[in-house]
T-cell receptor, first 116, second 115 residues
Framework: GNSVTQMEGPVTLSEEAFLTINCTYTATGYPSLFWYVQYPGEGLQLLLKATKADDKGSNKGFEATYRKETTSFHLEKGSVQVSDSAVYFCALIPRGTSGSARQLTFGSGTQLTVLP | DADVTQTPRNRITKTGKRIMLECSQTKGHDRMYWYRQDPGLGLRLIYYSFDVKDINKGEISDGYSVSRQAQAKFSLSLESAIPNQTALYFC????FGGGALDTQYFGPGTRLTVL
């Protein structure tokens, strides 16, 4: 079946530090990959996505590159801010499927806290 | 105004009670979803609906039922609540199709506590 594995948190960084949150996946074929972010007290919102190998998704200074050879989609940011404190979820949707099979599979989430 | 709204935002109830959580959306999307979030487990799909007449069970549907009253409304019911249904519940929507249209839009969540 499909699965997503994220690095366990919580992760605590100082402001302006470099961030990496690891994500690897197992899926049939080449899925679409997503990072969602959940700010305190809010629902999830899409941060970035990539739909094919070597694509780089980017948004708000965050980046992730779809690596087919390592089945990974690691999230990175060069300089984090206090406002980036949130829970980050990696997710996938299988490719080449339709109807009920095109459902999001989420990782367990990684809590990030950025200290001033 | 928010595109996806959920009511109530918080609810405390007792074991055995019937509870309904409601979701409304103004995005005009055909597809709607209910998830629950538990610490350390990410989000798990309870039910999903591709249109008013198409409702499907997700990964963890036991103990839950749903109703799609209109394109914009999708309700989740717990017929007889039990303590292990204590969780954060999210509604989400997406447009029909693949690729970029796979993006899901989430409501703010309902925190349910079953005593």
């Amino acid at each position: 079946g499909n699965s997503v594995t994220q690095m366990e948190g919580p992760v605590t960084l100082s402001e302006e530090a470099f961030l990496t949150i690891n994500c690897t996946y197992t899926a049939t074929g080449y899925p679409s990959l997503f990072w969602y972010v959940q700010y305190p007290g809010e629902g999830l919102q899409l941060l970035l996505k990539a739909t094919k190998a070597d694509d780089k998704g980017s948004n708000k200074g965050f980046e992730a590159t779809y690596r087919k050879e390592t089945t990974s989609f690691h999230l990175e940011k060069g300089s984090v801010q206090v406002s980036d404190s949130a829970v980050y979820f990696c997710a996938l949707i299988p490719r080449g499927t339709s109807g009920s099979a095109r459902q999001l599979t989420f990782g367990s989430g990684t809590q990030l806290t950025v200290l001033p | 105004d928010a595109d996806v709204t959920q009511t109530p935002r918080n609810r405390i109830t007792k074991t055995g009670k019937r509870i309904m959580l409601e979701c409304s959306q103004t995005k005009g999307h055909d597809r709607m979803y209910w998830y629950r979030q538990d610490p350390g487990l990410g989000l798990r799909l309870i039910y999903y609906s591709f249109d008013v007449k198409d409702i499907n069970k997700g990964e963890i549907s036991d103990g839950y039922s749903v109703s799609r009253q209109a394109q914009a409304k999708f309700s989740l019911s717990l017929e007889s609540a039990i303590p292990n249904q204590t969780a954060l519940y999210f509604c989400a929507t997406s447009d029909f199709g693949g690729g970029a249209l796979d993006t899901q839009y989430f409501g703010p969540g309902t925190r349910l506590t079953v005593l």
